[in-house]
């Protein structure tokens, strides 16, 4: 994609105000890339104050799927306001997310600053080389990183989380370590949103099984080792 249609896909007005907020604050200068793009945000990377490199994160506000509400937004619960507060809580929501998950030991970007619909984290790489999708590097030990894939869900789930959209597109390589990103699906595990953390843990198996690893775990038996009954 060309950069003028990035911008014109990402930088609308209250967007770029918001870029602007973040560049006065130190936390962004220039953006650079995107190094990663999908439906409902971009990932560019730049630098701070401190001339750290970093990852900046923008929900795009002309989302014109979203505005079907997806079934993962629908489960959060009802939402109050326009469609571009939706976007900013929708973002809100997935930087707590990641920032319970980063502070209970999971390998995930640091998270740094969320502003309205854009979050600054740490960047996973090195030099301005970012780290690339385990879907696309598979220079890794595939019994090592299931068992701390799966170890990473069973985690989350024990605190009531789910990544709801687990699959090597949101898994990084990052030095032989899988670096979980992209918590926008999360959800608050329950009796309504059980079938995400299934479909997660199915994801991961198929994915093994692809790889030629053998010796994956039931969904069944993930479940009870994470000790989560149904309450109703």
């Known amino acids: 994609m060309t950069k003028s249609k990035v911008f014109s ?4 007005e209250e967007t770029l105000r918001n870029v ?3 560049q006065g604050d130190g936390y962004i200068s220039n953006l650079l890339g ?4 999908g439906k409902e945000s971009y990932v560019f990377y730049s630098r701070d104050f401190h001339d750290k490199l970093v990852a900046v994160k923008i929900h795009r506000h002309n989302i014109d799927a979203f505005k079907s509400i997806p079934a993962y937004i629908r489960l959060r619960g009802r939402k109050s306001g326009g469609f571009l507060k939706q976007i900013n809580d929708w973002t809100r929501f997935e930087y707590n997310f990641l920032s319970k998950a980063h502070n209970l030991g999971i390998n995930t970007p640091e998270p ?5 619909n854009i979050i600054v984290m740490q960047f996973i790489g090195s030099d301005d080389n970012p780290s690339k999708l385990a879907v696309k590097d598979r220079d890794f030990d595939a019994e090592k990183w299931y068992g701390l894939i799966i170890k990473f869900i069973v985690d989350m789930a024990k605190n009531g989380m789910i990544h709801g959209d687990l699959s090597p597109y949101n898994i990084l390589n990052y030095n032989g370590e899988p670096f979980i990103i992209d918590f926008s699906q999360a959800l608050k595990l329950s009796s309504s949103t059980i079938n ?9 198996n198929n994915w093994f099984l692809s790889l030629k690893y053998k010796s994956t775990k039931e969904a069944k038996e993930i479940i009870e080792e994470i000790g989560w009954k149904d309450e109703n």
């Open 9 to 12: 896909h990402v930088f609308d």
């Open 20 to 22: 602007n907020k973040l």
């Open 34 to 37: 995107p190094i990663g793009t």
């Open 112 to 116: 740094i600053r969320c502003y309205e």
């Open 196 to 204: 995400f953390l299934i479909r997660d843990i199915t994801n991961i």
